[in-house]
């Protein structure tokens, strides 16, 4: 191993000086280089869920509920070893995912109207191509969660620095929620489109963002808050336009019209592209013989009752203080009903706070559009809490797991300040070891996500 390799592997550990504000900024990276500064973090934490999964499957077995969350044997049949290798990455929703690339969306079973066809669509084509959907998923995912995560490195590049985007992905790839980024599930497709959507928008390339935008929204519900931050670029990019033409000397004439330009009109056009994705969802759960509302009534099925995020809020927090109680032996027992809810509740309490905090730090250091589109889809989990189960932040941490702009103003804090070697460290041993816990009992059956 080169030199390079072993600074690259020891960079999470080192808190080089930031540099000064006013310093010049290196030349952007190219595509390969950026491949190059991700490569580190992605095999150690993948190397992370797999050895932790693995083990946990090895040592204590799996839950006997196969035969009734995965009846089909959809997540199963590659062989004993390759059932194992793969366990960490295909539970729970994957197979939904897997399903629904089987037989689309039927009205037989509503359910799976629950989720979006862009991924399950990607699995059936994968599937033809590589005469398994299983290992398709498993394909399509690990790719795209590793170009999500180049593309958030040079976000992050751009915005806050080359320090900062190194920890930013550090931060995003040891996040606990990472775990699903490579499952067989539709978080590393989402990333990958919503990421790459506002560096488009970022880059004034409109036609890219809203093509990128509707994609999005036609992979998770979440896809259509992308409009705000489409909206939110277009109006800074309006703005330093005007700025600029006021600081031009007028004796200079107007400035030459340049041909390669988007026309005015390009980014309203983006922004009114993406709910195409969604609007293309409905309408094919109509042609298919369901209400054009099935999609968004399963949420109550699934145990999602939309109260607003302050009730929802309110139901985290009294949830997390009935699950302390429990496990201080102070309870009287009548808390949720979920075996584990509650260690996983104060947990989950923990998970928003902290991501709260983080999207007040983007909002205070990143552009308006990032701090936007993080508000916006953090409150759809926020207004429909779980009601079922008594875990009402149930898969938070997989939500949060997709909100980049956190990661990266977290890679922003890390390197700033006298002891940022300290939380860089506390940091990276506490998310690998919440990875490890989640990618073994997911493993296993035990945790819903």
């Given amino acids: 191993m080169g030199r390079e390799s072993q600074l690259a592997w020891a960079a999470p550990l080192r808190a080089p000086e930031p540099p000064p504000e006013d310093a010049p900024r290196p030349p952007e990276l190219t595509w390969r280089e950026t491949a190059r500064a991700v490569l580190p973090a992605f095999l150690l934490t993948r190397l992370v869920t797999l050895v932790a999964g693995v083990a946990a499957v090895l040592l204590w077995g799996i839950k006997d509920v196969e035969a009734v969350y995965d009846p089909a044997g959809l997540t199963v049949g590659l062989g004993g070893l390759v059932d194992t290798l793969v366990a960490p990455y295909a539970r729970w929703d994957a197979v939904w995912f897997l399903d629904i690339a089987h037989v689309g969306y039927p009205t037989s079973y509503a359910p799976r109207t629950a989720f979006f066809p862009l991924y399950p669509v990607l699995l059936n084509v994968g599937g033809f191509l590589l005469r398994s959907p299983l290992i398709a998923g498993l394909v399509i995912s690990t790719a795209c969660a590793f170009v999500g995560a180049m593309l958030v490195h040079r976000l992050t590049d751009r915005e806050l620095g080359r320090p900062a985007a190194g920890a930013a992905v550090w931060v995003l790839l040891a996040f606990p929620g990472s775990l699903w980024l490579t499952a067989v599930y539709s978080e590393g497709l989402f990333l990958l489109l919503s990421a790459g959507c506002l560096l488009a928008a970022r880059d004034r390339r409109w036609a890219i963002a809203g093509v990128l935008g509707a994609l999005a929204a036609a992979t998770r519900s979440a896809g259509v808050v992308l409009v705000v931050p489409i909206l939110v670029m277009a109006w800074d990019a309006h703005r330093q336009d005007l700025l600029a033409a006021r600081r031009r000397d007028p004796r200079e004439g107007p400035p030459p019209a340049d041909p390669s330009a988007p ?15 969604l609007v293309t969802f409905v309408v094919g759960l109509v042609l298919a013989g369901h209400e054009w509302t099935a999609s968004f009534d399963q949420q109550r099925e699934w145990g999602r009752d939309n109260v607003g995020p302050i009730a929802g809020v309110v139901r985290a927090v009294t949830a997390a203080g009935e699950g302390l109680a429990q496990l201080l032996g102070v309870g009287d027992g009548t808390g949720a009903s979920t075996p584990g809810a509650e260690w996983m509740n104060p947990l989950l309490l923990v998970f928003l706070a902290l991501g709260i905090a983080a999207l007040v730090g983007a909002a205070r250091r990143l552009p308006p559009a990032y701090a936007a589109y993080v508000g916006c889809a953090l409150l759809l989990p926020l207004s429909a809490p779980a009601v079922g189960g008594g875990e009402p932040l149930m898969s938070l941490p ?43 009992l997911t493993a296993r059956w035990s945790f819903v996500a």
């Fill in 263 to 277: 026309p005015r009109w390009a980014p309203l056009a983006a922004a009114a592209a993406v709910p195409v994705g």
């Fill in 398 to 440: 997989r939500f949060l797991g997709v909100l980049f702009p956190l990661a990266m103003w977290t890679g922003w804090w890390l390197t700033r300040g006298p002891r940022r070697r300290e939380r860089q460290v506390v940091l990276l041993v506490v998310g690998l070891g919440l990875l490890a816990v989640f990618s073994a």
